[in-house]
């Protein structure tokens, strides 16, 4: 997809973090722009932010872990704009915790949002792209998780996995039918977003793992302890653009993806048991001296 001026973008989680610097950065090259998020004031002040710089946005709110809110956002684009070229199903959410210490409703949350909020994308909107039969795009957002779990970050390790493999899926498919839908899979690594916020967009009545040490504020832990920083959300955006003019698969940013790439191969092909690494605070039993 060269050339995207006059094309039309619909982007869930695109109030905010990597979602609303693509709609700036796929704006400032002509695309009209359908802004999807489920915090109603946010996608607000990213809408009428969009209009002030000259683009033309429109904003539906939208629950991506709910099949019928992500097809009324279809039927909501295609009433806007009459056409879809370039879907980006981009919404994310994160917990971090020990596995077993977290509740049902921290993996269902996180699976609905970050694994749910993909197929519900793709059943929604790729029928209709095929159907259109002109150059359109998917892009999923992944992560570097997705080829690695993280200690005490499992679900999202673990739905990041899989949105990289039903992306290859998706890819392997869309090729073999013959259709102009080209994918790309985005997996970057810490980028400066409030995802480590997520909780604010909890469903009502969810019951979060709970331990007075973890989050005891003394303590810099989990989330907040790595997430929430790192390269600007624009950097990501700019080469997702590129990925997509350039119908490439893979989107990564910079270089340190690629030392990661060669070390997990390494572990990989030695059959080597796997580094431990975790993200938690430092408040676990110390070993026997």
Same mark, same amino acid.
């Given at each position: 997809?060269?050339?995207?001026?006059?094309? =039309?973008?619909?982007?869930?989680?695109?109030?905010?973090?990597?979602?609303?610097?693509?709609?700036? &950065?796929?704006? %400032?090259?002509?695309?009209?722009?359908?802004?999807?998020?489920?915090?109603?004031?946010?996608?607000?002040?990213?809408?009428?932010?969009?209009?002030?710089?000259?683009?033309?946005? =429109?904003?539906?709110?939208?629950?991506?872990?709910?099949?019928?809110?992500?097809?009324?956002?279809?039927?909501?684009?295609?009433? %806007?704009? #009459?056409?879809?070229?370039?879907?980006?199903?981009?919404?994310?959410?994160?917990?971090?915790?020990?596995?077993?210490?977290?509740?049902?409703?921290?993996?269902?949350?996180?699976?609905?949002?970050?694994?749910?909020?993909?197929?519900?994308?793709?059943? %929604?909107?790729?029928?209709?792209?095929?159907?259109?039969?002109?150059?359109?795009?998917? &892009?999923?957002?992944?992560?570097? %998780?997705?080829?690695?779990?993280?200690? +005490?970050?499992?679900?999202?390790?673990?739905?990041?996995?899989?949105?990289?493999?039903?992306?290859?899926?998706?890819?392997? +498919?869309?090729?073999?039918?013959?259709?102009?839908?080209?994918?790309?899979?985005?997996?970057? #690594?810490?980028?400066?977003?409030?995802?480590?916020?997520?909780?604010?967009?909890?469903?009502?009545?969810?019951?979060?793992?709970?331990?007075?040490?973890?989050?005891?504020?003394?303590?810099?832990?989990?989330?907040?302890?790595?997430? #929430?920083?790192?390269?600007?959300?624009?950097?990501?955006?700019?080469?997702?653009?590129?990925?997509?003019?350039?119908?490439?698969?893979?989107?990564?940013? #910079?270089?340190?993806?690629?030392?990661?790439?060669?070390?997990?191969?390494?572990?990989?092909?030695?059959?080597?048991?796997?580094? &431990?690494?975790?993200?938690?605070?430092?408040?676990?039993?110390?070993?026997?001296?």
């Amino acid at each position: 997809m060269e050339d995207l001026n006059g094309k =039309v973008a619909v982007i869930t989680g695109g109030a905010s973090g990597i979602g609303l610097a693509m709609a700036e &950065v796929f704006g %400032a090259e002509g695309m009209k722009l359908v802004i999807a998020d489920i915090q109603q004031d946010a996608l607000d002040r990213s809408v009428a932010a969009l209009r002030a710089r000259g683009f033309e946005a =429109v904003g539906v709110l939208t629950d991506v872990s709910k099949f019928a809110s992500v097809e009324a956002l279809a039927q909501a684009s295609y009433a %806007a704009f #009459g056409k879809v070229h370039v879907l980006v199903n981009n919404a994310g959410v994160s917990i971090t915790g020990p596995i077993w210490k977290m509740s049902l409703d921290d993996w269902r949350w996180v699976y609905d949002v970050n694994f749910w909020g993909i197929v519900h994308g793709i059943k %929604a909107f790729v029928p209709l792209l095929i159907e259109q039969g002109e150059p359109a795009h998917v &892009v999923n957002t992944a992560s570097l %998780a997705s080829f690695n779990g993280t200690g +005490e970050h499992s679900p999202y390790c673990s739905s990041k996995a899989a949105a990289l493999s039903i992306s290859q899926s998706l890819y392997s +498919e869309l090729i073999a039918w013959n259709t102009k839908v080209g994918v790309s899979v985005v997996c970057p #690594g810490m980028v400066d977003t409030q995802i480590h916020k997520s909780n604010r967009n909890r469903p009502e009545g969810d019951q979060p793992w709970s331990d007075r040490e973890w989050n005891d504020p003394a303590h810099v832990t989990g989330s907040e302890a790595f997430q #929430g920083r790192g390269v600007p959300a624009r950097d990501i955006a700019e080469a997702t653009l590129s990925a997509m003019k350039e119908n490439r698969f893979y989107v990564f940013n #910079g270089d340190v993806w690629q030392d990661l790439m060669r070390r997990q191969s390494d572990v990989l092909v030695n059959a080597a048991n796997p580094p &431990v690494q975790t993200w938690g605070p430092d408040l676990r039993p110390k070993p026997a001296q």
